[in-house]
Nanobody, 124 residues
Framework: QVQLVESGGGLVQAGGSLRLSCAAS????????MGWFRQAPGKEREFVAA????????YYADSAKGRFTISRDNAKNTVYLQMNSLKPEDTAVYYC?????????????????WGQGTQVTVSS
């Protein structure tokens, strides 16, 4: 079973950038589609971005398009979320997740393993 550990969160001013990393244990990382989700205080968890293990296709929430980029390095068992032009409304705990699926990656249910989350705070 894969285990996930996020890092890279922190406090940044609006307009700044952060790169989140999610390191996975195990030998089969390349066989997992990976997603990033976030949850702000008092709000439900929402999809941010995902990358398919089979095609490398990427998917983004409308709020992330043009500002965030998901990528993966299978040799390092790591998935990244590059976040640019950050806004105060991006403030949330960001979670990475692993799925064996290649479809419906914008939904929570295909993901079987979740990290503990990393806090991102964007000040105005």
């Amino acid at each position: 079973q894969v285990q996930l550990v996020e890092s890279g969160g922190g406090l940044v001013q609006a307009g700044g950038s952060l790169r989140l990393s999610c390191a996975a244990s195990g030998r089969t990382f390349s066989s997992y589609s990976m997603g990033w989700f976030r949850q702000a205080p008092g709000k439900e968890r929402e999809f941010v971005a995902a990358i398919s293990w089979s095609t490398g296709n990427t998917y983004y929430a409308d709020s992330a398009k043009g500002r965030f980029t998901i990528s993966r390095d299978n040799a390092k068992n790591t998935v990244y979320l590059q976040m640019n032009s950050l806004k105060p409304e991006d403030t949330a705990v960001y979670y990475c997740a692993a799925s064996s699926a290649v479809a419906q990656l914008a939904y929570s249910y295909p993901y079987h393993t979740w990290g503990q989350g990393t806090q991102v705070t964007v000040s105005s």
